[in-house]
């Protein structure tokens, strides 16, 4: 008996500090990083999530460290030195996966570790609302009749929706040029500026551009309309069975403990289920998507493998290119 009091003790000896570990975070702020620019997809969701972590995060904020360049590597790198205390994270989007297969990068997908998925929002080509091009057919017929010259806007080299847009020409048999900027912010300002012709962009970029009545979408990349854009077609709907787009979540440093990943979630998972985040995310046009960690995790490594897939197959890129 006096050695299971002893054991019992000893055991809670070691749980304890864990407990009190979790209780406790975070005692300091934890930083963000978004590898994008400022005013881009990724970075107004994580400002609509920064506006009420203090609420469940002990009082503590959430601060947003933008450091865009070279389609998000400046950023990882600059998450790749930070230690695993949950105190540095990275908004994990699709643009980071793709990178990993676009380019020659020293990153792989097991330097992150998964803890919650936020919003998946289908992607969608934004044009001016003066353009000639008034459907996706408009758009397309164009790029038949002249190869590689509409320009086509994106948020980085070997992001997301570059990737999309290049997976969108070859689905339907053309050529576009293909524009990168350090962010959709920056990319939808070129298109306002008639830089570029059009850009494929995800919510919430340009969202209020065409509610204000500058840009007009030529359609959505999902499968229904979306609530923000009402009377925007799908490519569906013009017969194109085209479906992809941007997941954003966030991530820590591989090696992080489970306890303070445990605790991330949580905090994340109650920011997503405020009503001031809520209706932030609405007038963002953003599709909740919620992933628990170990679920975000194997769609992860899904998504990774169906990047890797569909670049190694089409040749696509720095790495796989010809």
């Known amino acids: 008996m006096k050695n299971k009091v002893i054991a019992t003790a000893l055991l809670l000896t070691l749980i304890f500090p864990f407990m009190a570990l979790a209780a406790d975070f975070p005692t300091k702020p934890v930083q963000i990083i978004v590898p994008w620019s400022a005013g881009g997809a990724t970075d107004l969701i994580f400002r609509a999530i920064a506006s009420v972590f203090p609420k469940y995060a002990n009082g503590q904020p959430l601060v947003i460290n933008n450091i865009p360049g070279a389609g998000a590597v400046t950023g990882v790198t600059e998450f790749l030195k930070a230690k695993p205390d949950g105190y540095t994270l990275i908004s994990l989007a699709t643009p980071i996966i793709t990178k990993i297969h676009w380019s020659e990068v020293k990153f792989t997908v097991d330097d992150f570790l998964p803890i919650i998925n936020i919003v998946n929002d289908p992607s969608y080509i934004l044009v001016r609302s003066n353009s000639p091009y008034k459907t996706l057919n408009d758009l397309i017929e164009a790029a038949r009749k002249n190869p590689e010259t509409i320009t086509m806007g994106n948020g980085g080299a070997g992001g997301g929706n570059h990737l999309v847009a290049v997976a969108f020409e070859e689905f339907v048999g053309v050529k576009f040029v293909h524009v990168p900027y350090n962010g959709g912010g920056p990319a939808i300002t070129a298109l306002l500026g008639g830089v570029v012709d059009s850009v494929m962009a995800a919510a919430p970029e340009g969202v209020s551009n065409v509610q204000n009545g500058d840009l007009r979408v030529l359609a ?9 854009f009402p009377d925007a077609p799908t490519a569906l709907e013009y017969g194109y069975d085209f479906r992809l787009g941007m997941w954003r979540g966030v991530a820590a440093p591989k090696g992080t403990p489970l306890e303070t990943v445990k605790a991330l979630h949580d905090i994340f998972y109650k920011c997503m289920n405020d009503p ?29 493998q169906f990047w890797e897939n569909l670049m190694k197959s089409k040749k696509l890129g720095e790495k796989y290119g010809q």
């Open 220 to 228: 959505v990349m999902g499968p229904s309309r979306l609530s923000i």
């Open 276 to 304: 001031e985040f809520l209706a932030k995310a609405k007038e963002l046009g953003s599709v909740l998507s919620y992933m628990d960690s170990a679920s975000f995790q194997s769609f992860v490594r899904q998504q990774n």
